[in-house]
């Protein structure tokens, strides 16, 4: 294993396929390189998503290998898991996620360097949600990737656990949802590494993708999903709730591009900011003119507890018809100070106020009945 | 008699601007007071420093509950002591269910007062009696604290979170407003049914025909933040027939 810094290998002139075996799937690397090389990893200054600066954040980082269990526990016999078998039989699908978007360094960095395959498909309805749990340890970086296909009319419940690390992990998630069916997932990202995790799915017609996301990072965390509608009717739902550790980061991007009609997007984030945190909301939605009867929500909501913790939103929308119905909103602030006096004059001290407060905005994301809820921190249960 | 609230020559100013000028009042335990006055006059800028909301300065005088400076007490604090403020208008709430929060108001003054929280059955008990007395339905009670309540929706909860709580000085800033013939009476009565020896109220309203059916012990006229004058009931019969326009011209 070479043992160079991050900032030497994005300087090389080309990929170093002796590193870690490359070789396997060398023609579609290479190509995903030469892009990664023009579009550069994200960085303030070349990326459309304006809060990260993914390139500064990974430049000391150990390029070498770091140790990455994958655990995938599911009750199903209808669900079958491949690795890069999946890819090496079918060379078309390992660039599939540049179809909609070729210009996100993030993604070619995976396609660079993917080392952990995880193929799974779903034939059937699971009668238990599939857990899938990521762990890394140590300072090196990790690429894994994972493809879920879910056949026609299935509804299916995913749970991600992702955390430890003090690396770098670049996390490519796939998800190729056919029609009729919904994909409910949970996933709580408490990594201590720094993390960058990009959802693509493409979704037919009739289809949901549903997100329910608790965020708890450790370390400058950034998560970007691309949705593509390509069938009519289909719809996604996004919404993450953000408490980062002090002094972190956490970044939440979600782009839903309406490519059919009768669609509609949803995202939303709720963070609370204590202690030096950073946060940033990006929402972006594209509707194309001869596409109809599109609807679109954004929200955002941000409690500032501190002076030194920050939250950037930024909702945009690109939309070329007149037939849609949109809604967004965002609200950055400290808490309301009279929803706190008026807790007090019921005998609540300021501080339980101020933490029903907080778990009232939580809840509306995470209920006590979520699977989530279990991980929200003590004081916000 | 108990002295339960003294406020002995307040004088209270928000953003330098004197709103309540040399004020004096004293409520006994088992008294009742009613304080009208015109818009603006200041009621609930009283009401707000009795509970004690932060924003206003206190230029002058004190205020004592039980025998105690109540001004060195946080708002919690005046609550679990025994003060509680029905609210002009009332504050929305979400994500918090109305019982849940009910509930743990309850617990917390029982807390500070050294009793265990009602058994879960026995509190469930105790509310669902209340709201039925004040026609709330059981289903308000799951819903957001006061969110989307009409306007007399969030005044019978207010009665409802006064019967509750019982407290020994209930300062009741307009409840009578904002709600429907029918809503009026339910209220007025069930205000009214909390009445004790233990128990003192002042009552902030606008309308005679509350305390037709209250009866209050003391009737207060309040103009440009102080008492002017104080009589029994029949103050409030004259201020309904004239308006203020005796106390105007001083
Ligand atoms: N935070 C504040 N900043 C500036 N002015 C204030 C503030 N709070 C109250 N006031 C002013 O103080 C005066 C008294 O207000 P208050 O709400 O106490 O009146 P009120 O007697 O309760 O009137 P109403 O009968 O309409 O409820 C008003 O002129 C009001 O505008
Ligand atoms: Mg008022």
């Known amino acids: 294993m070479k043992d160079l810094t991050m900032a030497n290998f994005l300087n090389s002139e080309k990929l170093d396929l002796s590193f870690d075996n490359l070789t396997l799937l060398s023609n579609e690397r290479i190509e995903a390189y030469k892009n990664l090389k023009t579009i550069g990893i994200p960085s303030k200054r070349n990326e459309r998503w304006k809060y ?22 599911n009750s199903s016999e209808k669900i079958e898991i491949n690795e890069i078998d999946y890819f090496t039989n079918n060379k078309d699908n390992y660039l599939k996620p540049i179809k909609y978007l070729n210009d996100e360094g993030v993604i070619y960095l995976n396609l660079s360097y993917s080392n952990l395959f995880r193929v799974i498909t779903i034939k059937e309805t699971p009668k238990k949600p599939i857990f899938v749990t990521l762990e890394t340890f140590g300072k090196g970086m990790t690429f894994p990737r994972f493809v879920f296909n879910i056949l026609p009319n299935i509804n299916v419940e995913i749970h991600f656990l992702i955390r430890g690390g003090d690396g770098f992990v670049n996390q490519l998630i796939e998800f190729n949802i056919d ?19 990009t959802f693509m799915a ?11 996301n608790l965020s708890l990072p450790k370390n400058k965390s950034r998560f970007q999903a691309f949705n593509s509608f390509e069938e009519d009717f289909s719809s996604s739902s996004f919404k993450s709730v953000s408490i980062p550790f002090k002094g972190c980061k956490d970044d939440f991007l979600v782009y839903n591009n309406h490519l059919s009609s009768s669609c509609s997007s949803n995202v939303g984030m709720r963070s609370i900011l204590n202690k030096g945190v950073e946060c940033s909301f990006q929402a972006l939605i594209d509707i194309e003119n001869k596409i109809k009867n599109s609807k679109a929500e954004q929200d955002c909501k941000a409690i500032l507890l501190d002076e030194k913790s920050s939250m950037n ?43 029903i407060l907080l778990q009232g905005i939580i809840s509306e994301y995470i209920s006590d009945t979520s699977p989530l809820f279990n991980f929200l921190p003590e004081s916000y249960k | 008699m108990k002295e339960f609230l003294n406020i002995n020559n307040l004088s209270v100013s928000v953003d330098e601007k004197n709103i309540i000028n040399n004020l004096n009042l004293k409520i006994n335990q088992g008294e009742i007071h009613a304080i009208m006055g015109p818009n603006g006059s200041g009621k609930s800028t009283l009401s707000n420093v009795l509970a004690g909301k932060d924003g206003y300065s206190i230029t002058n005088g004190n205020i004592s509950f039980c025998e105690e400076n109540l001004l060195e007490f946080s708002p919690d604090e005046r609550a679990n002591k025994g003060i509680f403020l029905a609210f002009q208008y009332p504050v929305e709430i979400p994500g918090v269910t109305n019982i849940n929060f009910i509930k743990t108001a309850l617990e917390s003054k029982r807390e500070f007062n050294g009793l265990d929280p009602l058994k879960p059955g026995d509190f469930l008990k105790l509310i669902k009696e209340k709201a039925k007395v004040l026609g709330i339905p ?25 019967m ?6 209930a300062i009741l800033d307009e409840t009578d407003s904002g709600l429907d013939v029918d809503a009026f009476k339910i209220v007025a009565d069930a205000v009214n049914s909390t009445r004790s020896k233990e128990n003192s109220m002042l009552i902030i309203t606008h309308y005679q025909r509350l305390l037709e059916r209250i009866c209050p012990d003391f009737v207060h006229v309040f103009v440009n933040g102080s ?3 104080s009589g029994g009931p029949s103050l409030a019969d004259e201020i309904e027939k004239n308006g203020y326009e005796r106390f105007n011209n001083g």
């Open chain 1, 179 to 197: 029609r009729n069916s919904t994909v409910n997932i949970f996933r709580v990202n408490e990594s201590s590494s720094i993390h960058s995790e």
């Open chain 1, 52 to 73: 990260t600066d993914l390139k500064n954040d990974i430049r000391n980082i150990n390029f070498s290998l770091c140790e990455t269990s994958i655990d995938i526990k």
């Open chain 2, 164 to 169: 509750m709580l019982n407290p020994s000085l």
């Open chain 2, 138 to 162: 059981e289903d308000r009670l799951k819903r957001q604290l006061n969110v989307g309540f009409s306007g007399g929706e969030k005044k019978r909860n207010e009665a409802l979170q006064l």
């Open chain 2, 227 to 229: 008492i002017i004058e």
């Open chain 1, 202 to 212: 493409y979704l037919k017609a009739n289809s949901n993708l549903f997100l329910n």
């Open chain 1, 313 to 355: 939103a930024k909702p945009e929308m690109k939309i070329f018809n007149n037939d849609v119905v949109c809604k967004h909103g965002t609200t950055i602030g400290s808490l309301n100070k009279d929803q706190i006096f008026y807790l007090n004059s019921r005998g609540l001290s300021k501080l339980k106020a101020e933490k």
